[in-house]
Structure formats: structure tokens, C-alpha cells
């Protein structure tokens, strides 16, 4: 997840989260920092904060050997005011309880409680991506809906709003996920790989035409 190669059906997603990640952690955190990973699972980004971290804990629905809170978003059992960076990827189109823009408030201001005064949250999501219930998929988020999201929280303010690659690569992620799905237990495997990778340069060369950019109406983040 933090450096796949040019054949891998996600490598216009995981590098752009990547680099995003990395950018907010060089402007925004303060070592020695007190991380808390929401939904780690195995931790891949723990390799970009381990030289700022005082601490770096992860808590996620299930155990496991990188998971010291077994609880879900929407009720962080994490003391209040206790960490200087809240990490969220890929987590938000997964929560339980969003049943009403409330509950996705609710979301973020368990978050924002949890954070020290001056504290930081990244928060990544989905803008597009096929539906993928681990264990449920409830939602995918406009620009606009996060902005309002954030506005309608309390005790949290938003300061970057980040769109990770643009139309091009959006078309693209979508085509080499059932690539992806095709060819990768066949014989076609090869096939799979060479696709894939074409479609990646094409995404690449889409994303530069500034029609198909946020924010422009009609496109894809």
C-alpha cells in the first residue's frame, strides 16, 4: 500500500493517499506525537510516522496483533483529549451507524474528542470505488459533502481538503478493479498485468487535462 508497482490495479490510489499522508505529516505534526490509527488493521502507514511517534496505537473492530482498542469509529473506547494525531484511512464509507448526516457528524466528533487541544486528524475516503462490504459499505462522499461534514462538527475545523488524483485515474481505478477480478486467476494473468499498467500510463495522461480536475463540475475524485 505505500509503494505498488506500475502493473498493480491500485497504484493510481495508494501512492496518491501516500504522498498526501506524508505532506500533512511534514506540515501539521509535531514530534514527538501521540498517534492513534483508526481501523489499522496491519498498520501500513506506520512506517511514514514511526520517527515522529511518542506512541502509535491502532484500534479496529476486530483484534488483532496491531489493534490495542477493539472498538468501531463511531465509539472509540480511546480517553478523551489523549492523542496529538488521529489517522483514518479509508474507514468513513465503512462505519455502521450512518444512517443520517448526524451519525456521520457523530463520527468525526468521536474523533475530535479524542484529540488533544491543536490536534490533527487525516481522514481518507472514497469519492468512487465499487461497492466492497468489510463488513458494510454505506457511503461515498462529494467534496462538498465533506466539507459540510467537518462544518457541522463540533470541535474540529477543516484545513486541507486533499482530491487524490482526478477523472482520468477515477475511470481507470474502476477498469482494473474487474481487471483485476479477470485475469487474476487465469492463465491471462500476464495479460492482466500488461493491461493494467497501459491503463495506468493513460490515467496519468488523463489526470494532466484540466477539464477532468477537481473542481471542475462533472468529475471524479
Known amino acids: 500500500e505505500r509503494r505498488?508497482?506500475?502493473?498493480?490495479?491500485?497504484?493510481?490510489?495508494y501512492p496518491a493517499v501516500a504522498a498526501s499522508l506524508v505532506g500533512a505529516r511534514d506540515r501539521?505534526?509535531?514530534?514527538p506525537a501521540r498517534i492513534l490509527d483508526v481501523g489499522c488493521g496491519d498498520m501500513p502507514y506506520y512506517p511514514f510516522f514511526a520517527d515522529v511517534a511518542s506512541e502509535y496505537l491502532g484500534t479496529d473492530v476486530q483484534p488483532g496483533s496491531q489493534v490495542t482498542y477493539v472498538c468501531p469509529v463511531e465509539r472509540l473506547d480511546v480517553p478523551d483529549a489523549s492523542f496529538d494525531l488521529?489517522?483514518?484511512?479509508?474507514?468513513?464509507?465503512h462505519v455502521s451507524e450512518h444512517e443520517t448526516i448526524v451519525d456521520a457528524i457523530m463520527t468525526l466528533a468521536e474523533i475530535a474528542r479524542v484529540l488533544r487541544p491543536?490536534?490533527?486528524?487525516?481522514v481518507t475516503t472514497h469519492g468512487v470505488w465499487p461497492f466492497h462490504p468489510y463488513?458494510?459499505?454505506?457511503?461515498?462522499?462529494?467534496?462538498q459533502g465533506l466539507e459540510k461534514l467537518v462544518e457541522d462538527t463540533p470541535g474540529i475545523a477543516?484545513?486541507?481538503?486533499?482530491?487524490?488524483?482526478?477523472?482520468?485515474?477515477?475511470?481507470?481505478?474502476?477498469?482494473?478493479?474487474?481487471?483485476?477480478?479477470?485475469?487474476?486467476?487465469?492463465?491471462?494473468?500476464?495479460l492482466g498485468w500488461a493491461a493494467i499498467s497501459v491503463l495506468n500510463a493513460?490515467?496519468?495522461a488523463g489526470d494532466r487535462i484540466e477539464r477532468l480536475r477537481y473542481p471542475h463540475e462533472d468529475t471524479l475524485i
Not at 505498488?4 to 490510489?13: E, I, S, T
Not at 501539521?28 to 514530534?31: N, S
Not at 491543536?118 to 487525516?122: E, I, R, W
Not at 486541507?160 to 491471462?188: C, D, G, Q
Open 4 to 13: 505498488p508497482g506500475f502493473a498493480d490495479a491500485y497504484y493510481l490510489h
Open 28 to 31: 501539521y505534526v509535531r514530534r
Open 86 to 93: 488521529v489517522l483514518c484511512t479509508q474507514v468513513l464509507e
Open 118 to 122: 491543536g490536534g490533527h486528524a487525516f
Open 135 to 143: 463488513p458494510a459499505d454505506r457511503w461515498r462522499w462529494t467534496q
Open 158 to 190: 477543516l484545513r486541507e481538503l486533499v482530491p487524490h488524483r482526478a477523472t482520468a485515474s477515477s475511470l481507470v481505478l474502476l477498469v482494473n478493479y474487474y481487471v483485476e477480478i479477470v485475469t487474476s486467476r487465469t492463465v491471462l494473468k500476464p
Open 202 to 204: 493513460m490515467g496519468l
